[in-house]
């Protein structure tokens, strides 16, 4: 699924690394936004669903994004794809030396203080809170909503691309 957005970004134009050091634009989603350093030289940051919802716990989120992408799936008719991606999440899931590393990124704070963000949050997504105002960031960041759940940016990656560019 992430070979769509790298696919979008070089049609684009852009070169993609995995170093934030060497990137121009960081682009980071749900708990790899607690990955970023506060202390990149790109020029900017663009957080997607960024996992923070003050008073709702990570396995309520879990439980309610998976729901709702298994409807989304299969009132269109395509549970082939949801179960695809089920299974990638439930390997990402699983991925425990990622999964601490994102916890004490959370815990340390870092990506609070990250300068020129603009941070992308989707309408139905159950791990980002729609109160962007009670976001804690030292720098306020650019704030985009589009349509979609968590995972959009998997599925239509050209939304996200044509919010770089701009």
Known sequence: MAGNLLRALEYAGYRTTRNPYEADIIIAHSGGCFLVPNDLPAQQVIMIG???????????????????????????????????????NLLYFWNMPHNVAMLRGRRRGDFWQAKHVALIRNKEDSFCTPDIKSLPFVHAPKFVELPGQHDDIWLHSERYTNIIKK
């Open 50 to 88: 960024l996992t923070h919802w003050p008073g709702k716990s990570i396995v309520r989120a879990l439980i309610e994004k998976n729901w709702a992408d298994f409807r989304l799936h299969r009132r269109a008719r395509n549970i082939r794809t949801w179960l695809h991606k089920f299974s990638w």
